[in-house]
C-alpha cells in the first residue's frame, strides 16, 4: 500500500509539473509532436513501400524460352535445374506449351491471327516458356541471369529496366525511411533531455529541498522520467490524430492506390491503429529515456 501511495504521488506530482513548468513543457511537448509527425509519414511511407513491392512480387514473372529441339524428359531436367535455385520455389513454376502460347495470341490479337492463319498451332515457331516467379523481387536480375545459363534456354526476359528501376527506387526509399526514423529518434530523445535539462537546474532549489528533507535519490528521479512520460504521451497525441484521419482520407481521395492500380495502398483498418500504438510508445519511451538521460547526467544522483 505504502509503495502504490508513493508511485501515485509521483504521478501526480510529475502531472502537476508539466503543468507547473508550461513553458518549458511546451518546447519538449512540440519537440516530440514535430518529430513523430515525420516519424509517422517515415513509417506509413516505408510500409507502403513493403506493400507495393509485395504486390510487384506476386505479378512480376520471369519468362524462360525453351529450345523447339528440347523433348519432354529434357524439359522436365530444365525445370529441375530452375527450382534447384535460391529464389524459386517449385510452385511458382508454371510451363506453357507454344500450342498454348499460339492460341492465346491469335485469340488476343487480330494482327497476330492474320499473320499466323496459315500456320498450324503444331507448328508455330512460338517456343515453349517456363513462367517463373521469384521469392525476393530484389534479387530477381541474379535470378535471370541464373535461368539464363540453363542449358536449353534460348532467352530470359522479365521487364528489365522498369522492374530493376522500380526494385532501385524502392530499396532506396525504404533504406532512407528506416536511417530517417532512427536519426529522428535519437534527435528527439537529445532535445528532450536538453529541454529537461533546462527545467531541472530552473528547479535546482527544489531538488535541493527534497535531498535536505532525507528523500532518495529514487525519490528525486522518478517525478523527472514519469514527467517526461507525460510529455511523451501528449505529445503523441496530435501526430496520432493526423495519422489516423489523415491517412483515411488520403486512402478514400485515392481510392486505395497510387497512380496506377498496380500500386496499392494499405488499408486503413487496422493499419493506422497499430501506427498509432508504434507512435505512442516512441513518444513514451523517448520521453522517459530523455529524462532518465537529464537526471543522470546532470543531477549526478
Known amino acids: 500500500m505504502k509503495a502504490l501511495r508513493i508511485f501515485s504521488r509521483n504521478i501526480r506530482d510529475s502531472f502537476k509539473s508539466v503543468f507547473r513548468n508550461f513553458s518549458l ?28 513491392t509485395k504486390s510487384i512480387e506476386g505479378n512480376v514473372t520471369i519468362v524462360a524460352f525453351i529450345n523447339n529441339d528440347k523433348d519432354e524428359k529434357a524439359i522436365e531436367n530444365i525445370k529441375q535445374e530452375i527450382i534447384k535455385l535460391d529464389n524459386v520455389s517449385e510452385k511458382n513454376i508454371e510451363f506453357k506449351d507454344k500450342v498454348e502460347i499460339s492460341k492465346e495470341m491469335i485469340n488476343d490479337s487480330e494482327i497476330i491471327k492474320g499473320v ?17 516467379k521469384v521469392d525476393k523481387i530484389v534479387d530477381i536480375g541474379k535470378t535471370a541471369k541464373a535461368i539464363g545459363k540453363i542449358d536449353g534456354i534460348t532467352n530470359v526476359k522479365y521487364g528489365e529496366e522498369m522492374i530493376d528501376q522500380l526494385v532501385s527506387v524502392f530499396t532506396t526509399v525504404r533504406k532512407f525511411c528506416i536511417y530517417l526514423l532512427i536519426a529522428l529518434v535519437i534527435v528527439t530523445a537529445f532535445l528532450i533531455a536538453n529541454t529537461i535539462k533546462i527545467t531541472i537546474f530552473s528547479r ?44 483515411q482520407k488520403i486512402y478514400q481521395h485515392f481510392h486505395g492506390k497510387m497512380f496506377t492500380s498496380f500500386i496499392k495502398l494499405v488499408s486503413p483498418v487496422p493499419f493506422v491503429y497499430y501506427v498509432s500504438l508504434v507512435l505512442l510508445g516512441i513518444g513514451m519511451i523517448v520521453g522517459m529515456f530523455g529524462s ?10
Open 25 to 52: 513543457s511546451i518546447a519538449s511537448i512540440s519537440c516530440i509532436t514535430i518529430t513523430l509527425v515525420v516519424v509517422a509519414l517515415s513509417i506509413i511511407l516505408s510500409l507502403n513501400v513493403n506493400n507495393f
Open 116 to 132: 499466323m492463319e496459315d500456320i498450324s498451332t503444331e507448328n508455330t515457331p512460338v517456343q515453349n516458356t517456363f513462367q517463373v
Open 204 to 247: 535546482k532549489r527544489e531538488i535541493e529541498i527534497m535531498r535536505l528533507v532525507g528523500a532518495s535519490n529514487t525519490n528525486i528521479k522518478i517525478p523527472f522520467i514519469m514527467e517526461g512520460l507525460f510529455l511523451g504521451i501528449i505529445g503523441s497525441i496530435l501526430p496520432i490524430l493526423l495519422t489516423i484521419i489523415g491517412y
Open 292 to 301: 532518465w538521460r537529464a537526471v543522470k547526467k546532470y543531477l549526478k544522483i
